[in-house]
Structure formats: C-alpha cells, structure tokens
C-alpha cells in the first residue's frame, strides 16, 4: 500500500510515523516532508499548495491513500480535485474546509444551528466596493476607498457602541496572524483600517467578524467525522502564547499534553451536543457532507462550552501527542473514515500520559531567522519514550538546521504527566541550537492540580 502525506510540519511528521506503523506496512511518501518525515518515508519536492503537482504525483505513483495535513489545500480544494480523479483521500472537500477557510461562513452557520459562539457581527463589501478596494494600491488612492466602502463605516459604527474586550477577526486564512484581541475599541478601529483599507493581509481581510471577547479557560477538541458518524479524539492541551505563565504573543501553539483532565466527561459530551452534531448537521441542511478531522477550538465559559473557531485539519502540536498515544491503526481509521464505516471502529488509547515541547526558532513568532545548526537530536532521542518531530528544520549537508518557526516538537510518554514531563525537558536539555525558544511550564499547571490525573475516555456519538 502507498500512502502520500501533504505538508511538512511537526504534525505532518507525527502523522507519517503514526502511518508507517501500520500492519499494512505502507510505503510511505511525504511532500514535500522535511528531514524527520525522510527518515521513515520519501520526501517528494512538491509543495503543498502544487495541487495539479500533487495530483499528478499520486495518480503516476498510483497511491492508495492521501492525508493531507495544513488547511491551505483543503480550503483550495485537493480532496475535490483527488476525488474527481478516483483517488483516496482524507480529509473535507473545499465545501466543507470553509468551517475554517470563512469564518464568516462559520459564524453565519453557527447562528442558524444555534450552536453557542461569540456573539458577532460579520462586516462584507459588496463585489463593488471590493473591485475599488484591490485597485486601490496607493495610499491617496486607499483614502478614496476608505470613504465609498460602507462596510468599512458600519464596522467602525459597530466598534463604537461597543465597551470593553472587542476581537477583530479576518475573515479569510491568515496563517494564524488574522485574530486581533483588543483591549478597547480604539485598538479595534486601527486594526479595522489595517485590514479594509490598507488590506495588510490581502482578500483575506477584507471581510471581518467582530465579536465579544470571551473570558474563560481554552481547550480544543477534535473529532473523526465520516459524513454520519462523530467519533471524539481524546483529548489534548495546547499552549497558544509563546511565553510561560501564558504570556507574550500568540503562536500556532508552543505544546501540548494528552489526557487534557479540564475537558471531563460532561463537558465532552456537552460539546458534542452542543457543538459537532448540531454543525454537522447544519452542514447537511446545505448539502455539505464533512468527512476528515473536525477541530474545534472553545472557551470553556461561565455560561458554558462557546467556540471560538473550527479547523479543517489535524491541530499542531496536539497531533503530536495523540500520535503517541494512540495505539489503533491510523491507516484502517482514516480509511474507515473515507468509507463512512466510523461506525465499526473503536480507537485505542495509550494510558500513559504525552508532553509536547515547541522548540522554535529566534524571532517567532513574527519574523523568525534561520539557519543555526541544530546539536544534540540523537542524544535527545535516546530518552525513554521521547520522540523527535521535526517540523521547520532543513538538511545542510551532514547537518541539520534551524529553517524557520516552530522547529523541533519533543514528546515524551510517562506513567503520569508528571514523568512525561520530566522525559520531555531531560530530552529538550539535550538539543541546542543558537537562539532556540521553548516554554519550561508546559503541563506544570496540571501536575499541580491533580497529583495524579487520570485518562479520560473518549466518548462517542452519532
Ligand atoms: P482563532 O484563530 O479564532 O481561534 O483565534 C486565535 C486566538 O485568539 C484564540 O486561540 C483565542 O486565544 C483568541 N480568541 C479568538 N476569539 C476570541 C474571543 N471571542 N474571545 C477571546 N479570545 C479569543
Ligand atoms: N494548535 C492550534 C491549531 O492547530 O490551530
């Protein structure tokens, strides 16, 4: 059996290992991969976004399987154009993928399924006002926009009724730099101008979502979905903010732990209530199935489980955790999840625990520079129970180096979180490279509150 995995990150690096274990024994292709996913499979010099490249790819190596990793070419739509050409592959159709690629989109249909979110308002140019708005390169030419958009005006009318915590969201995929949390509507009304007028992130952000800020605790939670059935993943803990004690910019996530303990039983099955069925079957309403990983990101607040955003795709770095811990077959699970067959299949957890921890490159998360030479990952992997993903690392001759971002993701395995932690840091004191940035509290917090904290079971339902 071939299988093709689409990225080349921490988690596309998880999920290849995770695949290559399978009893089928799968030749294993990455594209474009990285030098961890070399180590177990073939990197394929194709990049993500390169659908016809991809396309042509598994059609002349005739491949069984395709996972794709990163949002981007769900959202451009690989798994329609894979399908078209009778191939298999996992994850949602671009219809589907606009939970995440629109979050306009996500917003209006939340609404409608009364599933519980931010309150919000969504500000949109007509095909007009954004025909005028892409000529508009110059800044004397901006101001010309700035007056006939009235989208721009009634966000910024919107603004200034509002008091406290506001959150600016552009609507379209940002790389994770298109969420604004501002503190007062002033900070709201720059950000406004930066994203409709000057158009910092392009098409992306010309449409916005503006919403209440939501104070709580945040967890994700993810699930297989195969057009019917919902199956919870376990769960996983991630740390958005790049510095300990949660401080310092957001980033795609800096670490993680597996079991979460804050996501008990009944917040799991009052999030899939309230949550993924209700959405799903909104979906349906508009005749979109969803097949693949459904990721939901929410505020745990005092009226209850509110979402914050969905994601089309595997989060980074749970994956890495749940990789480690899970003992089914991800080749038979995701193809049972293709085939609408969710219904027959349990999945096997690992009772230990998994720590994460993010190594990242100087700079990040705004502008992170590469190049340094990266010591210390045999000595690393000779841990017990450590794993090294790599994820923005590059081969320089017989070296490996730091390329950019989120580098290195060290995960541990122990009896508790405590012992997982332990392995992790042991292991992450062993690597070097000059610059490296990691967090020294990931699951310190949850050691500290529960002693010893058990599994929890995933739950599942239809
Ligand atoms: P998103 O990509 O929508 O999940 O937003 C990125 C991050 O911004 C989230 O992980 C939260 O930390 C924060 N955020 C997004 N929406 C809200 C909200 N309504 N209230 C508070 N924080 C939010
Ligand atoms: N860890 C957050 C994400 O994957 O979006």
Request: aromatic share 6%; net charge negative; proline share 4%.
């Amino acid at each position: 059996m071939k299988v093709l995995v689409v990225g080349g990150g921490g988690r596309e690096h998880a999920l290849a290992w995770k695949l290559s274990q399978s009893a089928c024994r799968p030749t294993l292709y990455c594209a474009p991969g990285n030098p961890g996913t070399a180590a177990i499979g073939t990197n394929v010099p194709i990049e993500q976004d390169d659908l016809d490249g991809l396309l042509q790819f598994a059609r002349r190596e005739r491949i069984d399987l395709t996972v794709v990793g990163p949002e981007d070419p769900l959202c451009a739509g690989i798994v329609d154009q894979f399908e078209a050409a009778g191939l298999t592959v996992f994850g949602p159709r671009s219809a589907a993928a606009r939970l995440e690629g629109e979050k306009a989109f996500a917003k209006q249909l939340m609404r409608t399924c009364g599933v519980p979110t931010a309150d919000a308002r969504v500000f949109s140019p007509s095909d007009r006002e954004r025909m005028l708005l892409r000529a508009a390169s110059r800044p004397g030419e901006q101001d010309v926009a700035r007056h006939v958009v009235r989208a721009y005006d009634l966000a910024r009318e919107y603004v200034a009724t509002r008091e406290g915590g506001i959150v600016v969201k552009a609507s379209g995929l940002a790389k994770g730099k298109g969420v604004f949390v501002c503190d007062e509507p002033a900070e709201a009304l720059k950000v406004l101008e930066r994203l409709m007028v000057e158009r910092v992130l392009g098409d992306a952000g010309e449409t916005v979502v503006i919403e209440e800020r939501l104070i709580g605790r945040e967890v994700s939670l993810m699930a297989m979905v195969d057009g019917t059935s919902i199956y919870q993943l376990d769960t996983a803990q991630d740390y958005k903010r790049l510095r300990d004690g949660d401080q310092g910019p957001n980033t795609g996530g800096m670490g993680a732990y597996s079991p979460a303990p804050a996501i008990d039983a009944g917040t799991l099955s009052l999030i899939d209530r309230e949550v993924f069925v209700p959405v799903l079957d909104g979906l349906r309403r508009e005749n979109v199935e969803y097949r693949g990983v459904l990721y939901a990101g929410l505020m745990l607040t005092a009226g209850g489980p509110k979402v914050l955003e969905f994601n089309c795709r595997f989060g980074d770095p749970e994956t890495q955790v749940l990789m480690v811990r899970l003992n089914s077959d991800l080749v038979s699970v995701m193809e049972a999840v293709v085939r609408g067959r969710l219904d027959h299949l349990t999945l096997e957890w690992d009772a230990r625990h998994a720590v994460c921890v993010v190594l990242a490159a100087p700079g990040y998360p705004d502008a992170s520079t590469g190049g340094a030479r990266i010591e210390g990952l045999d000595a690393a992997s000779a841990v017990p129970d450590v794993h090294v993903f790599h994820a923005g690392t590059r081969r320089d001759g017989d070296s490996i180096v730091a390329a950019r971002g989120r580098v290195l993701n060290v995960v541990a395995l122990g009896e508790t979180l405590e012992q997982a932690r332990s392995r992790a840091y042991e292991a992450v004191g062993r690597i070097s490279f000059s610059g490296m940035q990691f967090r020294t509290d990931i699951g310190a917090a949850a050691v500290d509150r529960s002693g010893a904290a058990g599994s929890t079971a995933s739950v599942r339902a239809n």
